[in-house]
């Protein structure tokens, strides 16, 4: 069964820095497009960044320059690279997988990690 499982959430001071993964099994995952999302309490979930099959990149404007995304296709990964977090990146930090079929799309989610950045 397809799963994302993504890890390295806590609990960080303003200005630091965390690396979040997100572990794909049981999907061909070169071929998905992968994106981070973040919901904080009573807000909806929104995109924070993406990166296509073919590595383009897109960003949130709230966190360009502050965050990257990559993958490692060879160990099925995507990773977000956050620096200079601030209070207002406090959410839970979801990985998201789709691929667009000839009919429909194929789209999963992980179960989140939480990401709490003090002041």
């Known amino acids: 069964q397809a799963q994302l499982v993504e890890s390295g959430g806590g609990l960080v001071q303003a200005g630091g820095s965390l690396?979040?993964?997100?572990?794909?099994?049981?999907?061909?995952?070169?071929?998905?497009d992968m994106e981070w999302?973040?919901?904080a309490p009573g807000n909806?979930?929104?995109?924070?960044?993406?990166?296509t099959?073919?590595?383009?990149?897109?960003f949130a404007d709230s966190v360009k320059g502050r965050f990257t995304i990559?993958?490692?296709?060879?160990?099925?990964?995507?990773?977000l690279q956050m620096y200079?977090?601030?209070?207002e990146d406090t959410a839970v930090y979801y990985c998201k997988g789709h691929r667009r079929?000839?009919?429909?799309?194929?789209?999963?989610?992980g179960?989140?990690?939480?990401?709490?950045?003090s002041s």
Not at 53 to 58: D, L
Not at 70 to 79: C, E, G, L, T, W
Not at 84 to 87: A, E
Not at 111 to 117: H, L, S
Request: include cysteine; proline fraction near 2%; charge should be positive.
């Open 53 to 58: 099959s073919g590595e383009i990149t897109n």
């Open 101 to 109: 079929l000839a009919v429909g799309e194929l789209v999963y989610w």
């Open 70 to 79: 990559s993958r490692d296709n060879a160990k099925n990964m995507v990773y």
């Open 111 to 117: 179960q989140g990690t939480q990401v709490t950045v």
């Open 84 to 87: 200079s977090l601030k209070p």
């Open 19 to 32: 690396r979040l993964s997100c572990a794909a099994s049981q999907i061909t995952f070169h071929a998905y």
């Open 44 to 51: 909806q979930r929104d995109l924070v960044a993406a990166i």
């Open 37 to 39: 999302y973040r919901q």
